[in-house]
């Protein structure tokens, strides 16, 4: 390789450095400019011909500087490394039997269309559809720039209250689905030893015995020394559920290693927009009222059907970063 000469993962490494400092470096050049403008400014003042101007474009700047500095401060802010990961989406029905797997199918559809919106690409890995409609469990690749970034502060449980449709009494319900966002890693990321793999096949199940495959093609993947546990039997093909299964074992070890290593990290989080633990309610869908709840930041939004068409659920996404941006700058002023 001749010197100087950069190919491939260096290269690719190299390209996201650069993609990374690029407009911190821009941000920093404005900053310093606007700076030593004042400072030449406030050297005019002294002379009386050029107060005037002075004053007014002084007035000017002093106005765009601490708007500047900020957006320094946040774009020198630590990234998390796995914010432009793509992400690996799952939604599991909690409490309240066929009203949350209907509650889980309206988060699903929500995140696809907030998807759209920002132009990602949606693809279910793994689909276990409820009788009623809706999902027990749904699993979903989620492709595109910055989807980590965006989508892992939606980690936790989602609480619906609603009148059911089967409901002849009128009485509002309340159940619960649970959200997992996991960044996606590559294989070089998470080395997966075949010897720490328990594998078992089994002949596929469907509901109400429909759609049952005659083949054993259904595969079960345990991960010994975490006993981490994944099933798919969405495929009819044996080699294409254990892929499957093989690429969610991957995104579960991959941020289990991530808690791990970023355990005081993980504490301070916790302080700031929520620990990203399933088990932590963190949003409430009201639908009697028309309004969504954000436990963390005690923001509500009077515009339910909007945040479950997406357009909504922007608003309240963007508030929980910019929120979680506030508590890191002030936690470094401190």
């Known amino acids: 390789m001749a010197s100087g000469q950069l190919e491939g993962e260096e290269f690719v490494q190299a390209s996201r450095d650069y993609a990374?400092?690029?407009?911190?470096?821009?941000i920093a050049t404005e900053v310093s400019a606007m700076r030593e403008e004042v400072a030449g400014l406030n050297d005019m003042l002294s002379d009386p011909e050029m107060r005037g101007m002075a004053e007014e474009e002084l007035a000017s700047l002093k106005k765009q500087l601490p708007g500047a500095e900020r957006r320094l401060a946040l774009a020198m802010l630590p990234r998390d490394a796995a914010d432009q990961r793509p992400a690996m989406l799952e939604i599991r029905a909690g409490t309240g039997g066929d009203e949350a797997a209907l509650f889980a199918g309206d988060l699903f559809r929500m995140y696809e269309k907030y998807a759209a919106e920002q132009g990602w690409k949606v693809e279910p890995v793994s689909v276990a559809a409820a009788d009623?409609?809706?999902y027990k469990e749904v699993v979903a690749n989620v492709t595109g720039t910055g989807v980590f970034a965006k989508l892992k502060f939606e980690s936790g449980v989602h609480r619906v209250q609603r009148v059911p449709v089967t409901e002849s009494g009128g009485r509002i319900h309340?159940?619960?689905a649970t959200v997992a966002v996991l960044p996606e890693p590559t294989e070089?990321?998470?080395?997966?030893?075949?010897?720490d793999l328990r594998i078992d096949i089994y002949r596929s199940s469907g509901a109400?015995?429909?759609h049952v495959n005659t083949t054993d093609s259904a595969v079960r993947i345990t991960h010994v020394p975490t006993g981490i546990v994944v099933a798919m039997q969405d495929e009819r093909s044996q080699h294409k559920n254990r892929d499957k299964a093989m690429k969610v074992l991957r995104a579960r070890l991959y941020e289990k290693r991530r808690e791990e290593a970023h355990?005081?990290?993980a504490e301070a989080r916790k302080a700031m927009v929520g620990s990203g633990d399933r088990s932590e309610r963190i949003?409430?869908?009201?639908f009697p009222q028309g309004?969504?709840?954000d436990h963390r930041i005690g923001l509500t939004l009077h515009k339910l059907p909007e945040v479950l068409e997406g357009t909504g659920l922007a608003e309240m996404i963007d508030a929980l970063i910019a929120e979680d941006e506030a508590k890191r700058l002030s936690a470094m002023d401190a």
């Not at 990374?20 to 821009?26: C, F, G, M, N, R």
């Not at 070089?188 to 010897?195: A, E, F, L, M």
Request: cysteine-free; aromatic content about 2%; charged content about 25%.
């Open 20 to 26: 990374e400092l690029e407009p911190v470096a821009k």
């Open 132 to 134: 009623v409609g809706g």
């Open 174 to 176: 309340t159940s619960a």
């Open 188 to 195: 070089v990321d998470v080395s997966i030893d075949d010897n």
């Open 208 to 210: 109400g015995g429909q």
């Open 263 to 265: 355990g005081a990290e």
């Open 283 to 286: 949003r409430t869908y009201n």
């Open 291 to 293: 309004r969504v709840t």
